[in-house]
């Protein structure tokens, strides 16, 4: 049926089918948020200032939001920008391999730390998606990107999909969610196959009573899939999942949890116009398929949607070669 989504089991290759104010190492004004029929589209954005297509990276950099806060960000390559958020309560070292991959392939691509999170400022307030919406849209300006691709990781999934709901879609030409936290995780009556409350309650008691144990359980189990017969996670990727998650503070990690889990992103799906790519594994223990993927896919019109058959939540490292592939294809699928 025209609209629904496309649904392939992972593969090689696809054919081609104003926010807050910021500045770099410094500040600006707010602007008005954009919703709705009123938003600027892509091609009535002003003529930007400058060209960045021939950059080829540049040192370790921040933006500082009106706030104060100063956002932490990598830029590697040059072309099209693609902006990756990552998930909790990582940063943008858990988009190593993504980020050296697709910037290897022609595209400039640009991770940051989420406020609270790795070299970003540790706020005590703004641990919500809308803030962490408002934020990348400042770095988004603050970098006068244009023709953007998001890709969100699981809680990063929803800071994207707000940040669309929130500031439209005119500097964005494509939008991946994968192993996203939208359309809503927690259950709620009008979200009946919804994880149980109980399940983020005590991730909550978690992070209070030990969240550096805690870190380390959900590494050696169920976020690689470590739990699982045969696996074969490496101690490595465990240990550098812990450590990226130490670095983020101990209120807003916590405070995160409500964020990823209770939010509901359905009505900011309903607002997504451009083309969309959804990836989750059908093992996924943290975002089970159902509840995540499947159902992100089935709001967003047109949606293409790739299963990974047995794959966990940790996809962007237990599937890296292949995440790396379909993004790519997606990529170039855009225009052609």
């Known amino acids: 049926m025209e609209g629904d989504p496309v649904v392939l089991p992972g593969r090689q290759e696809r054919q081609p089918d104003p926010g807050r104010g910021a500045a770099v190492h410094g500040s600006a004004g707010r602007r008005a948020h954009h919703r709705g029929e009123g938003v600027t589209r892509r091609h ?27 956002i932490y960000y990598k830029d590697w390559g040059a072309g099209r920008p693609v902006v990756l958020s990552h998930g909790w309560p990582l940063n943008s070292d858990s988009w190593e391999a993504q980020q050296l991959f697709l910037a290897e392939n022609g595209y400039r691509v640009i991770a940051h730390d989420r406020r609270g999170h790795g070299k970003s400022t540790q706020t005590w307030h703004g641990n919500e ?3 962490y919406a408002d934020d990348l849209s400042a770095l988004i300006e603050a970098l006068d990107l244009r023709e953007v691709t998001l890709v969100g990781f699981s809680t990063g999934g929803g800071e994207i999909t707000r940040y669309i709901g929130r500031h439209g879609t005119a500097r964005v030409a494509q939008a991946v969610l994968v192993s996203a936290v939208p359309p809503l995780m927690v259950r709620r009556d009008d979200n009946p196959n919804g994880v149980p409350i109980e399940v983020f309650d005590g991730i ?7 969240r550096s144990q805690l870190y380390k359980d959900l590494a050696d189990g169920p ?62 223990q943290i975002v089970p398929f159902e509840v995540g993927g499947k159902a992100s896919a089935a709001l967003v019109k047109g949606a293409e949607l790739i ?9 962007t490292d237990t599937h890296k070669e292949q995440l790396g592939n379909d993004l790519v294809a997606f990529l170039r699928g855009y225009g052609a």
Not at 240 to 256: D, P, T, V
């Open 223 to 284: 976020f690689f899939g470590n739990n699982r017969a045969g696996a074969t996670v490496s101690q490595g990727i465990r240990d550098a999942f812990w450590l990226q998650s130490m670095a983020a503070g101990h209120r807003n990690a916590y405070e995160s949890i409500a964020a990823f889990s209770a939010t509901d992103f359905r009505d900011d799906l309903a607002t997504f116009d451009v083309p969309t790519l959804v990836i989750h594994g059908d093992d996924d």
């Open 44 to 70: 009535d954005l002003p003529a930007p200032h400058h060209r960045r297509s021939d950059r080829e990276g540049s040192p370790m950099s921040f933006v500082t939001i009106t706030d104060g806060t100063e």
């Open 204 to 210: 909550r008691a978690g992070s209070a009573a030990d």
């Open 129 to 131: 998606m809308d803030t």
């Open 307 to 315: 299963v990974y058959p047995g794959a966990p939540h940790g996809i």
